[in-house]
């Protein structure tokens, strides 16, 4: 049974950082490629960053990009989401999503296997 969990949410003030783990188990990070998305109360799931399956190969959203980082620890078959310098604009539920399959980053039905999702609230 494939499994995401997610955990490294929070309620932080703006500037501030968070990093976001996503725990794969039932897979290894190898044959899948890894993507996090973000829904806000009222918006539509947002593709935010994505990690190929040989990790070479990253793309992000133009929101976050010189803010946001994603990266992979392969012997704990754990995908990281650095967050920082965050605005309120990047409140959401964050989740990981994981996919063997031909994707696109944001694309969410390109993705077979989601988590939880992880709370992540920035405001003063």
């Known amino acids: 049974q494939y499994q995401l969990v997610e955990s490294g949410g929070g309620l932080v003030q703006p500037g501030e950082s968070l990093r976001l783990s996503c725990v794969a188990s039932?897979?290894?990070?190898?044959?899948?490629?890894i993507a996090w998305f973000r829904q806000a109360p009222g918006k539509e799931r947002e593709g935010v960053f994505c990690?190929?399956?040989?990790?070479?190969?990253?793309n992000s959203i133009d929101s976050v990009k010189g803010r946001f980082a994603i990266s992979r620890d392969m012997a704990k078959n754990t995908v990281f989401l650095q967050m920082n310098s965050l605005e309120p604009e990047d409140t959401a539920v964050y989740y990981c999503?994981?996919?063997?399959?031909?994707?696109?980053?944001?694309?969410?039905?390109?993705?077979?296997?989601w988590g939880q999702g992880t709370q992540v609230t920035v405001s003063a």
């Open positions: 999503a994981a996919t063997m399959r031909n994707y696109h980053c944001s694309l969410a039905d390109t993705y077979d296997y």
């Open positions: 039932g897979f290894t990070l190898h044959s899948f490629a």
């Open positions: 990690i190929s399956r040989t990790g070479q190969d990253t």
